[in-house]
């Protein structure tokens, strides 16, 4: 669904050799529409909540009126996260997990500075639903963020999609890049579980970084974001569960 609404510019030029005369009236108008939802290509099958980690994925924007005339721009709007806590805790979570969103104008993490948005969960004010995994995720050895015990067993948690609004992060002036990047990143203090994919997402696509890992990252020696198709050439990789929000401004179709 696309949402219309105008904006009005007045342009004057000025001619060689010749006084400056105005131009007509030009009209903008935005497209919002979503720009990745992760559904639409894979299912939620586990959870991870990992301190000082960072995880990311690089997606690409498309839209013929970007090429059609080059002073369309477009942007990220909103960033939607699915979120998860283990049922059994719910009632007595404490409102401190801290998540930062992280959006890059670009496909190489390393070149380029993320807009961010750092929230707390706050549980109440989200629509919240059960779910129950076959077998406990992987993300369950994590729940102890939360407060909790640490039970390797829980498989009921409560899901919901937690908005980070970059509308007033982001400038209007639009993203340079039609490839851009969605990293998470678990700072200091509770690390929320946030739900993941299947395990047949493009590894190439999906970026890591364990700098500040806590506890460590166990594994190849690496430093900054590296992607993980460097050890996975397949389909094999788990992607955190997002939906991205874009907007498009183009010249209005008379």
Not at 112 to 117: D, F, L, N, V
Not at 203 to 222: L, Q, R
Request: proline fraction near 6%; charge should be negative.
């Amino acid at each position: 669904m696309s949402f219309h609404r105008s904006l009005t510019l007045w342009a004057a030029t000025a001619a060689l050799g010749s006084a400056c005369a105005d131009e007509p009236l030009v009209s903008f108008c935005t497209d919002d529409g979503s720009g990745f939802y992760i559904e639409d290509v894979s299912v939620l099958q586990s959870n991870l909540g990992w301190q000082g980690t960072a995880d990311a994925v690089v997606l690409s924007y498309e839209d013929a009126r970007l090429a059609e005339d080059d002073r369309s721009s477009w942007r990220v709007t909103g960033i939607d996260v699915l979120v998860m806590i283990p049922l059994s805790g719910f009632d007595t979570y404490r409102d401190d997990a801290v998540l930062e969103v992280q959006l890059f104008d670009g496909d190489d993490l390393n070149a380029t500075t993320p807009y961010k948005r750092r929230q707390t969960l706050v549980a109440r004010p989200l629509q919240w639903s059960t779910h129950t995994f076959d077998t406990p995720p992987e993300g369950a050895r994590e729940v102890d963020g939360f407060g909790l015990p640490v039970q390797n067993f829980e498989v009921d948690y409560v899901r919901a999609w937690w908005h980070f609004d970059f509308s007033d992060v982001i400038p209007e002036e639009g993203l340079t890049s039609t490839d851009y990047a969605v990293g998470l990143y678990w700072p200091e203090g509770p690390a929320p579980l946030v739900g993941y994919s299947f395990y047949d997402r493009p590894c190439a696509d999906n970026w890591t970084n364990y700098d500040e890992a806590d506890p460590p990252y166990v594994g190849e020696s690496t430093s900054g974001w590296s992607s993980n198709g460097a050890r996975n050439l397949n389909n094999e990789c788990n992607w955190p569960m997002v939906k991205v929000y874009t907007e498009l401004r183009s010249a209005c179709q008379k």
